[in-house]
């Protein structure tokens, strides 16, 4: 009934219902650019993400993505992690660390997701102008693991990165149900006196690391 | 009481007022650095407020087309004319689920149709995440700025509120320190919640998607841990495509605080697994502002706040003073254009400067629709104090020319003879922070009679 409702008033000040496209006295202005551009897109990715709180590694090879790992692990004194499949690290944490990796079974659950003290999701691209990196809820144990664990860390094809978000959306597909987000890096506040104090409620920092020569 | 008592009561505490002042205008240096640094900000401007008029012109198909795009997804769509139908909805939805315990995230929506008050009053305990909501939902005030809720507060009241509520130690007033408290306060909240409440930022007609923006990831928590989100958006979230996205996404964050973007840019396309979405349409007056040529613009916001931090008035009186809602310009248009006899001294609390037009990201007219409601407000003879009867009065007076020579010959004589205590009192008010002018020594029609004596006589003034 509201909806009816609703609809009617709307159409009454519509020129009645179903108004011919193109022959709007408003068209919907086109899509395309010309866009920002950047020198070097992944430069100025990572002076934004610094600028948003987070920071930026460069790993050449799987073995380097796994020592990046390793050493925020290390940083972070993280006894219990989670590592995203997707992104190949098998091998962290290696050796005996006395670190917990999880898998996700057990993350599924949510105090065991909210206990995480380091969580390593794999991130679609990256976005230039904005710091920001594109997660896509697929394969997630729980919804919430982007926002749960203390600190996050995002691997990211060294190749993956568009100058503005009007690319960005170019890659994404909203049509299908999920989730997804952009993470412009960690969690923060200014709600008091404006000042900004990072980690608010969710991760308390957010490392990025680009994977390259990674197939 | 009108926005200027309130606002004299504000400006009393003048380190505060001072403060407050300083801070906002730091935002809005903050968001021209950050709009200086995007070549195309102006075209980007230009494409989001033809985005909106639109949009606008087609509501009803897009509204359609959203609903069945998001049915596809999984969730579930409600419609409410009003206020009061939303809040039933929305308590229905928690009640058939048995739902005590709500974690909400920042919504503008849910503040204009006072959803927590009425779901306390039904046994619903709703907690606000946003820190700065949370803040002044712990001092039962309402916020007093859309991006900022607690900008009117200094760390010290926030320390004592913290100290009472929530047993920090006394003395505390370390932003960080508090901020940590308040996630300690916060996390069990979110973990035990039954259920998630949401705004909207953009809702995307062609995908069928919720786009919902925050700094603090509260918005994610709140609806990625309970079963049960609920987002409650107003009918002109609404925009067309994907690809418009974007545009409103770029200019959103740097407008609001000089980020390129807030920290979470959450999309939800349906329910989370296992749980239920529910997508509340709310009118309540939209249908009814959108046919009124003058002020159809207004419902193109995007709710940045930009025109609040570049506003003279707003810095310096506080989001209080405006009493509703949504404070500062865009609030002094929706609210009396709502309720006008109740807000009618909010368009007159404008200096028609048009900061606000000149920073609103999707270009609204602000000035010229605050202009148009004065009008209107005193042709309906609502508008507050003088401005009732001050027209008609100077429209008299400029009409008769003795009067008006012989009131400027006592105004100048007042001014030049008059004590100061005196010479103040008509004008109290204006004249408490501002020094009357020098009156001249003589009126503009003895100097042109001067001047044309002179010239009759071949002096000095000739052309």
């Known amino acids: 009934v509201s909806r009816r409702s609703i609809l009617r008033a709307l159409r009454r000040g519509e020129g009645g219902p179903r108004t011919v496209p193109g022959a709007s006295a408003s068209p919907l202005p086109g899509a395309e650019g010309p866009w920002q551009r950047f020198d070097d897109p992944k430069a100025h990715f990572e002076v934004m993400l610094a600028a948003a709180g987070g920071t930026c590694g460069r790993a050449s090879g799987a073995d380097a993505v796994a020592a990046f790992v390793e050493a925020r692990v290390r940083e972070f004194q993280a006894r219990r992690i989670w590592i995203d499949a997707a992104t190949g690290l098998d091998g962290v944490p290696s050796g005996a660390s006395g670190v917990v990796r999880f898998d996700d079974a057990a993350v599924a659950d949510t105090a065991a997701a909210a206990a995480l003290e380091l969580a390593v999701l794999a991130g679609a691209f990256a976005v230039a102008e904005n710091g920001a990196v594109w997660v896509e809820a697929s394969g997630w144990p729980h919804p919430g693991i982007h926002v749960l664990p203390e600190h996050l860390v995002l691997v990211v094809p060294g190749d993956a990165c568009v100058p503005t978000l009007h690319e960005a959306y170019e890659r994404i597909d909203l049509r299908a149900p999920g989730f997804g987000v952009f993470l412009a890096g960690p969690s923060k506040t200014a709600d008091i006196e404006q000042a900004l104090v990072i980690g608010a409620h969710g991760a308390r920092s957010l490392a990025v690391v680009w994977s390259e020569g990674v197939d | ?463």
Not at chain 2, 96 to 110: H, N, P
Not at chain 2, 209 to 218: D, Y
Not at chain 2, 250 to 256: I, T
Not at chain 2, 330 to 352: N, V, Y
């Open chain 2, 1 to 463: 009481v009108s926005h200027p008592e309130r606002a004299a009561r504000f400006a009393a505490d003048r380190d505060r007022a001072r403060w407050h002042d300083q801070a906002l205008w730091f935002v809005r240096t903050r968001r021209d650095a950050a709009a200086a640094a995007v070549p195309e900000w102006e075209e980007l401007r230009g494409r989001a407020a033809a985005i909106k008029r639109h949009t606008l012109d087609h509501l009803a198909d897009y509204l359609e087309t959203f609903e069945a795009n998001a049915r596809a997804h999984g969730a579930r769509v409600h419609w409410a004319r009003d206020a009061a139908e939303h809040n039933a909805i929305v308590r229905r939805l928690l009640s058939e689920r048995g739902v005590t315990r709500v974690v909400k995230s920042k919504s503008m929506l849910t503040e204009e149709v006072g959803l927590n008050d009425h779901l306390a009053r039904h046994g619903i305990e709703v907690i606000d995440t946003d820190l700065g909501e949370r803040i002044v939902q712990l001092r039962r005030e309402p916020p007093s700025h859309i991006v900022l809720p607690a900008i009117h507060l200094r760390r010290g009241e926030v320390g004592e509120l913290f100290e009472r509520e929530l047993g920090t130690p006394a003395g505390l007033d370390d932003p960080e320190a508090l901020t940590r408290a308040a996630r300690r306060h916060l996390r069990p909240g979110f973990l035990a919640a039954q259920a998630g409440i949401t705004g909207v930022n953009f809702a995307v007609a062609e995908t069928g998607a919720v786009v919902v923006c925050t700094n603090e990831g509260n918005a994610d928590l709140g609806t990625r841990l309970p079963p049960l989100h609920i987002a409650s958006m107003g009918i002109e979230k609404v925009i067309p495509r994907q690809a418009d996205l974007p545009v409103f996404l770029r200019l959103l964050a740097r407008s609001a605080t000089g980020q390129a973007l807030t920290t979470y840019t959450a999309h939800f396309r349906g329910p989370r697994p296992g749980g239920e979405l529910h997508i509340v349409l709310v009118d309540n007056g939209r249908s009814a502002l959108r046919s009124r040529a003058a002020y159809r613009r207004s419902l193109s916001c995007i709710r940045c706040g930009a025109c609040l931090n570049t506003c003279p008035v707003y810095r310096r009186s506080g989001g209080h003073s405006y009493e509703s809602a949504i404070s500062g310009p865009i609030g002094s248009i929706l609210e009396p254009a709502r309720d006008p006899a109740r807000h009618a001294s909010l368009p007159f609390a404008c200096t028609l400067c048009g900061s606000c037009s000149d920073v609103c990201p999707v270009q609204i007219d602000l000035h010229r629709q605050l202009a148009a409601l004065r009008a209107e407000l005193v042709e309906r003879d609502l508008a507050p104090g003088p401005g009732r009867w001050a027209w008609r009065v100077l429209t008299g007076w400029l009409r008769r020319p003795a009067a008006v020579v012989a009131l400027g010959a006592l105004g100048r004589a007042w001014l030049r003879f008059a004590p100061g205590w005196i010479r103040y009192r008509p004008s109290r008010g204006w004249s408490d922070w501002r020094e009357w002018p020098e009156p001249p020594q003589q009126s503009f029609r003895q100097r042109f009679a001067q001047r044309e004596r002179r010239r009759a006589a071949g002096g000095e003034g000739a052309p």
